[in-house]
């Protein structure tokens, strides 16, 4: 396995454009995260599912985001209408959550988004 | 929500021991967790305490007070290797997403 992993690892692109992620976790994880990273700052929290299931959305996640994993598997996660404070780093993020265990998320590398 | 303390910045010496304090309040609690993090790269996990004492990971230790919120992250023999930016995070109680505190980075000097 080679871990999670995300695609591009660096965009940029002007305000006002759309622009779309990709992150593909460990296979037989059914719990994916995403979350968005901004320098001198931990990760905050914007989305995650169970399978296919979107289970939450961070208030952070305008109606600008939308995040998508259609079959369970890889995620996609949209941001529309780009803004400068969009600028960061975003993280996806996979784990296996069974019956008690301890639920240890495993980061994909990063899309470095930076907006002009 | 959960407020997540520690501090921003550490300098040691190679060889030297290190800890890095975390404090936390939380509606509940669900385990707490250390991740390391280089520069430019993803956070990878290191350790999970959900009841009190020390856990020992070769030159990583990590405790946990629950009734005090608060943890500590000890690193042993450093090495140039370690220098990086150490998180703590939490999840709320009978969730899985984290919540981190801002990160502490350790720089290790020769």
């Known amino acids: 396995d080679t871990g999670v992993s995300q695609d591009p690892r660096h965009k940029i692109t002007k305000r006002g454009q759309n622009v779309t992620f990709r992150c593909d976790p460990i296979s037989e994880h059914n719990r994916l995260y995403w979350y968005r990273q901004t320098l001198g700052q931990g990760p905050e929290f914007l989305t995650y599912f169970q399978n296919e299931a979107q289970l939450e959305k961070s208030r952070l996640l305008s109606d600008r985001f939308s995040a998508e994993r259609p079959k369970g598997s890889f995620s996609t996660l949209e941001i529309q209408r780009t803004e400068q404070g969009d600028s960061a780093m975003y993280l996806c993020?996979?784990?296996?959550?069974?019956?008690?265990?301890?639920?240890?998320?495993?980061f994909g590398p990063g899309t470095r988004l930076t907006v002009l | 929500g959960q407020n997540i303390d520690q501090p921003t910045e550490m300098t040691a010496t190679e060889g030297a021991i290190v800890q890095i304090n975390c404090t936390y309040q939380t509606s509940g609690f669900n385990g707490l967790f250390w991740y390391q993090q280089h520069a430019g790269e993803a956070p990878t996990f290191l350790s999970y305490n959900v009841l009190d004492g020390l856990e020992e990971k070769g030159r990583f230790s990590s405790f946990l007070s629950r009734s005090k919120g608060y943890s500590y992250l000890l690193l042993k023999e450093l090495q140039m290797k370690d220098s990086a930016s150490y998180l703590c995070a939490v999840p709320p109680s009978g969730d899985y997403k984290l919540s981190f505190g801002a990160g502490t980075t350790v720089t290790v000097r020769a």
């Open positions: 993020a996979s784990s296996w959550v069974g019956e008690g265990g301890v639920d240890e998320q495993f």
